[in-house]
């Protein structure tokens, strides 16, 4: 991870009419940073992300990336959520390689990263099979690995293993951190699960209820691969759902 900012936040804030959502939020992102934002249920993560991806424009506030204000028409910004997306009439290998031909890259381009995709993320086997051929965590693979192989700008993952039992979370989890050192990719990752942003962040965003603040930025300095018994991942654990809990 380099010390230079890949993405400002800056005094964002959200009204939907007389509903104050977002308020006066500032934060930073260094360039391949891995961030996880976590919050009380309804606090309006999924708002927050929506201003993230410029579905929603924010009331006012700005984002910036690479100090340019964010732009999906000049950025790359890519998305992975919990609902499978997986496009069904084509084959994992198209998939794959379905937002890299709409950039319109060479065709090189496309073979080498939709193959390091593939290898990276096991899916060797499966790469001429459709979506309703895999199981759910084999087709949340094709969509991790598509969202990745954009090389984004700003990857933002919203809740996206909240279906998976705990065993195939664990696995996917492990996917993520490979694709993402691998990709040296910034990524902001949504989770109500404290246990996941500690294993996966280096850093997490601790939201306020409505209207949302940053209550606390927590760095967490563990090495990886991160051990839950650890006592230090057990004391950041708690510390971060006391922190969301008491108000």
């Not at 990336?65 to 992975?80: C, E, M, R, S």
Request: net charge neutral; proline share 5%; hydrophobic share 40%.
């Amino acid at each position: 991870m380099s010390n230079q900012n890949k993405i400002e936040v800056k005094n964002l804030t959200k009204y939907f009419g007389d509903l104050h959502v977002l308020d006066n939020v500032s934060f930073n992102i260094k360039k391949g940073e891995f961030v996880c934002v976590v919050g009380p249920t309804g606090c309006g993560k999924t708002t927050f992300l929506n201003l993230l991806t410029r579905i929603y424009m924010p009331t006012s506030g700005d984002l910036l990336i690479d100090g340019t204000q964010a732009d999906p028409k000049v950025h790359n910004l890519a998305f992975a959520f919990q609902e499978p997306s997986a496009m069904p009439w084509l084959t994992v290998e198209k998939n794959l390689e379905f937002g890299l031909k709409i950039k319109g890259l060479p065709k090189d381009t496309i073979k080498e990263r939709v193959e390091r995709i593939i290898k990276l993320l096991g899916l060797e086997k499966f790469r001429d099979q459709y979506p309703h051929q895999l199981s759910v965590s084999s087709e949340q693979r094709i969509i991790i690995g598509r969202a990745f192989a954009m090389f984004p700008d700003l990857l933002l993952m919203d809740e996206p293993y909240g279906q998976m039992d705990i065993k195939m979370r664990y696995y996917l989890e492990d996917e993520v951190i490979k694709l993402w050192k691998e990709f040296n990719s910034t990524v902001v990752f949504i989770t109500h699960n404290i246990e996941e942003a500690v294993y996966l962040a280096e850093r997490i965003l601790i939201l306020s209820n409505k209207p949302t603040t940053i209550k606390e930025e927590v760095i967490v300095d563990l090495p990886r691969p991160r051990d839950f018994t650890d006592p230090k991942f057990v004391e950041i654990r708690r510390h971060v759902t006391d922190q969301i809990k008491w108000w």
